[in-house]
């Protein structure tokens, strides 16, 4: 088997370049301070995923050359100290600065102080020579501020026009990026539309016709809005008294006289509106409402088999005893008329039905409509 570095985006293996020099590789060195070095430099930590041993090494394309030294029969080795220096995420050369502005420099001017008189015959012809000069120096101090007037604001336009030119692509870039997330946005919508209108609620079935008498044995849904306002169970099930009693028959007057306590509601709190736990007790088989009058949703854990995977530990936790192969287990539940009501994310294999129903948040849905 090659060997290979285990530098990060290094796929260096063997130990031959492409041009046929020869590539070296280096253990990592026993004493703590420098393996530690080397760790940092090659950006990895040991750990799960990686752990050093006698086999994992560094290729010689990652040090310098002073780094290297040959020995008398031919073989390279490190120098003591040596660390990798070399990779892909640092800079080979440095940044090359931009060229200085060229500045016009004025000439110096002869002191006045500096001008010796030699004798008072020559006194008219070296203040005639200081004159000269002191305005000729004048002439190109202004000439030289004025030159600097004009190029500065140059400079500073084309600063400002490279300036606005980014922030214009950094906009345009902006405004790409929102219509992407507006039409990732619509599509959301659209999708959550079309799955709200599939749903088996109570809206959804009376928004069709003639499906009143199928699901519910009224002729219409105004027919069922009638009786259901007649019961008058309140906004939220505040009239509904709850009977105690195993037996199945309620005296009439059991609603009459009945201290505010009794009437208290123990267990979960309401999850469900009135009028859908109405539906849910009409569209209820007799063979439930006689036996399981307070069932609302009935769950199984289902198994699907899957591909095994190259992972020991991951197909540990995808095996099933109960299948004999891996696997991904859900939850799912339907209402006592038969419709879907609840299917939970899919979970390992291994995993028990009981946790299943803990993680999936099931038990959080239904409320219990009768107490012990």
Aim: charged content about 30%; proline content about 5%; glycine content about 6%.
């Amino acid at each position: 088997m090659p060997t290979h570095c285990c530098v990060p985006g290094c796929t260096k293996k063997g130990y031959r370049e492409e041009y046929g020099s020869k590539v070296s590789y280096f253990q990592f060195p026993r004493e703590k301070m420098v393996k530690k070095k080397w760790i940092q430099a090659i950006r990895r930590d040991e750990g799960k995923d990686f752990k050093i041993s006698d086999s994992t090494k560094v290729c010689s394309r990652h040090f310098k050359n002073e780094d290297l030294k040959k020995t008398l029969a031919g073989k390279i080795c490190l120098k003591p100290g040596a660390i990798p220096s070399i990779f892909s995420w640092i800079r080979t050369s440095p940044r090359k600065r931009k060229p200085p502005t060229e500045r016009n420099v004025c000439e110096p001017v002869a002191s006045i102080a500096a001008v010796s008189i030699s004798n008072a015959s020559a006194e008219s012809v070296v203040e005639f020579d200081l004159e000269v000069k002191v305005e000729v120096s004048i002439g190109l101090t202004t000439s030289v501020v004025e030159n600097q007037n004009i190029i500065l604001p140059e400079k500073e336009c084309y600063d400002l026009t490279e300036t606005i030119t980014n922030k214009n692509k950094r906009i345009e870039e902006l405004e790409q990026e929102i219509n992407g997330i507006k039409l990732r946005l619509e599509n959301a919508q659209r999708q959550i539309t079309n799955l709200t209108k599939k749903q088996f609620v109570l809206e959804n079935l009376k928004a069709k016709k003639n499906t009143a008498a199928f699901y519910t044995g009224f002729n219409n849904w105004d027919a069922f809005e009638a009786v259901y306002n007649y019961l008058d169970p309140g906004e939220r099930g505040g009239n509904i008294a709850y009977w105690r009693s195993g037996n199945g028959e309620v005296p009439v007057d059991y609603d009459q006289d009945q201290s505010k306590d009794s009437f208290t509601k123990k267990g979960r709190a309401r999850s469900l509106r009135p009028m859908d736990e109405f539906f849910l007790v009409i569209t209820m088989p007799e063979a439930f409402k006689n036996k399981y009058g307070s069932t609302r949703v009935i769950i199984d854990c289902t198994e699907v088999r899957c591909q095994m995977p190259s992972s020991l530990q991951l197909n540990g936790e995808l095996f099933s005893s109960y299948k004999h192969h891996t696997t991904l287990k859900g939850l799912a539940g339907i209402s006592p008329g038969g419709a879907i009501t609840f299917i939970s994310q899919l979970y390992t294999g291994s995993i028990f039905d009981r946790e299943i129903v803990r993680r999936s948040g099931l038990l959080e849905y239904p409320s219990r409509t009768k107490t012990p």
